[in-house]
T-cell receptor, first 112, second 117 residues
């Protein structure tokens, strides 16, 4: 099976812009979680989707949003970008009922 | 509140020596515990998990971890380190339950392991 894929791998944006990141989970995985990884804060949970519904949400401002499609693919959007949004954004998928998450390679976002 | 601590930012060991990467946790009830590894410019890879049963859990690439309930620890170990084990290691925990915040994984900040030839 193909692993979790994330596009794009790298993005450079300027402050105030918005960005959309995409994640395709492993086939058959209906749960998708998003994380922000920065050197100082480690992995911070953004949200989890299952069957097109947000099941869990982390402590991020409303500028961060996401959605999941019927084929389990997920997108996250960040509006009004700030310098502090520069990070590696990781997507992980899992089977329903399983605790093991499978991560994609991440999207490296740089905000200038 | 649930939390995970990885007390060492960096661990250095010589190739062939045993390695230990430490993790302690705080969670209400019985925990689910995980170790993941991240190689440069890659996503995280699952190594092993403890859900219930034997306190010694064996995982990928020769790694194992020991669950110690009294010390609330879940240290990662390997009897003989390889240079290729050099990477960033993350411990994660969540409380048992499938709804609400109990389902979220709480992550440590990571420990950078350097294995010297």
């Amino acid at each position: 099976k193909a692993g979790v894929t994330q596009t794009p791998r790298y993005l450079i944006k300027t402050r105030g812009q918005q960005v959309t990141l995409s994640c395709s989970p492993i086939s058959g995985h209906r749960s998708v979680s998003w994380y922000q990884q920065t050197p100082g804060q480690g992995l911070q949970f953004l949200f989890e989707y299952f069957s097109e519904t947000q099941r869990n949400k982390g402590n991020f401002p409303g500028r961060f949003s996401g959605r999941q499609f019927s084929n389990s693919r997920s997108e996250m959007n960040v509006s009004t970008l700030e310098l502090g949004d520069s990070a590696l954004y990781l997507c992980a998928s899992s089977l329903e009922g399983s605790d093991t998450q499978y991560f994609g390679p991440g999207t490296r976002l740089t905000v200038l | 509140a649930q939390s995970v601590a990885q007390p060492e930012d960096q661990v250095n060991v010589a190739e062939g020596n045993p390695l230990t990467v430490k993790c302690t946790y705080s969670v209400s009830g019985n925990p689910y515990l995980f170790w993941y590894v991240q190689y440069p410019n890659r996503g995280l890879q699952f190594l092993l998990k403890y859900i219930t049963g034997d306190n010694l859990v064996k995982g990928s690439y020769g790694f194992e971890a020991e669950f110690n309930k009294s010390q609330t620890s879940f240290h990662l170990k390997k009897p003989s380190a390889l240079v290729s084990d050099s990477a960033l290691y993350f411990c994660a925990v969540r409380g048992k339950g499938t709804a609400g915040n109990n389902r979220k994984l709480i992550w440590g900040l990571g420990t950078s392991l350097a294995v010297n030839p």
